[in-house]
């Protein structure tokens, strides 16, 4: 069979973990505890029909781990990079993450950017449309979805998926 390993990165308190637990187990906790270094993941997926395995890294956002989790990217197949879209500065910083990215996954590394909480649309900080303009200037597919009620969580995986299989 076919494996894949995908890299979880965005600022703390995106919901990275959140989404991966929701993933792979549909459950959501409001009490999710900050990551510490790395954790991962095994999950199937199937896409045109055809079972992959996914190994997902599942990075800690706080600055302190960055050194560890920079390491993460080098063997890296695909990244899912996570913003807030109730929190602006999760999004100004995604340039910092593109930096990261750049300098240290090899170049036909597929991204996705994804805007979590999207079922707080009342708090919404960053229109959809802006996320969408700077994922198109990076050359990276663009989401929504949240990990508390499971909204786009399979298809954005599916996404990544099948763009990482087309290359
Ligand atoms: P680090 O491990 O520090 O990098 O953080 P993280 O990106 O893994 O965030 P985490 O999954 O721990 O979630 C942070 C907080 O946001 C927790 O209180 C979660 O319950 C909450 N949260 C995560 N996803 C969602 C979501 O989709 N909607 C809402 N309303 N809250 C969410
Ligand atoms: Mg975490």
Not at 92 to 121: F, H, R
Request: charged share 25%; net charge negative.
């Amino acid at each position: 069979g076919n494996r894949l390993k995908l890299v979880l990165v965005g600022n703390s308190l995106v919901g990275k973990s959140s989404i991966l637990i929701q993933f792979c187990d549909s459950t959501f906790s409001k009490n999710q505890e900050a990551t510490i270094g790395v954790d991962f993941r095994f999950s199937n997926i199937t896409v045109n029909n055809e079972e992959i395995e996914l190994q997902i890294w599942d990075t800690a956002g706080q600055e302190r781990f960055r050194s560890i989790t920079n390491h993460y990217y080098r063997n890296a197949d695909a990244i899912m990079v996570v913003y807030d879209i109730t929190n602006e500065s999760s999004f100004t910083q995604l340039k910092n993450w593109y930096s990261e990215i750049v300098s240290s996954a090899p170049p036909q590394t597929k991204v996705m950017l994804v805007g979590n909480k999207a079922d707080l649309e009342n708090e919404r900080a960053v229109q959809r449309e802006r996320a969408e303009k700077l994922a198109m200037k990076y050359g990276w597919s663009y989401g929504e979805l949240s990990a508390k009620t499971g909204e786009g969580i399979k298809e954005s995986f599916e996404i990544l998926v099948k763009e990482t299989l087309s290359v």
